[in-house]
């Protein structure tokens, strides 16, 4: 079991608070905003950690993990939270997909940015994905159809799907739960 700081949430913010908040892309809010309030959520492949920061910031999140496979990427999402002063509000981790991570740890994932294959590997590894207390929030980059068939055929349902437009590039959002 992986040792997370727990964040209160709702917080409420002072009318003299001078701090600078983080800006997300349309995708990036979208997801955002799928996250259910004071949930646990990881965001696997964060690479700059903007999602992780703006939860964070927002107190929309019990615990945040943000796990990277690149050591490179995860000092640069650290960096960023950093320049935010949240550090303490999120857990860092070099890992592949969610290696280490428990459901006991998270109740959301996040997983967006990846091609549909990389997604369902990550998903295939991680079986206690498939609980029903797991929310799943994908945004494959490709093959979504590939992802789409896997997750029919391994005990996942598909609970919604939604569109959103950034810079002018069309994204498919998938919100899954296991059987």
């Known amino acids: 079991m992986l040792r997370m700081s727990v964040i209160p949430c709702f917080a409420v913010k002072s009318k003299r608070n001078t701090m600078k908040y983080v800006k997300l892309s349309n995708r ?8 259910d ?8 492949g964060s690479d700059h950690g903007y999602l992780p920061v703006y939860l964070a910031q927002n107190r929309r999140a019990s615990r945040i993990v943000a796990t990277d496979i690149s050591a490179a990427s995860l000092s640069a999402a650290r960096r960023f939270a950093a320049k935010y002063n949240v550090t303490q509000s999120i857990t860092f981790i070099v890992t592949p997909g969610l290696d280490g991570i428990t459901a ?10 990846m091609g ?23 945004q ?19 609970r919604e799907t939604k569109s959103v437009t950034d810079k002018g590039k069309s994204y498919t959002i998938i919100i899954v739960r296991g059987d």
């Open 37 to 44: 309030n004071c949930a646990a959520v990881a965001d696997i």
């Open 104 to 113: 006991t740890d998270v109740d959301t994932v996040v997983i967006a940015g």
């Open 140 to 158: 494959p980059q490709s093959k979504i159809d590939l992802l789409c068939r896997f997750l029919y055929d391994n005990g996942y349902e598909i």
């Open 28 to 35: 990036l809010r979208a997801l955002a905003d799928l996250i």
């Open 116 to 138: 549909g294959e990389t997604i369902l590997r990550i998903l295939k590894n991680a079986p206690w994905t498939k609980s029903e207390t797991v929310k799943l929030i994908l």
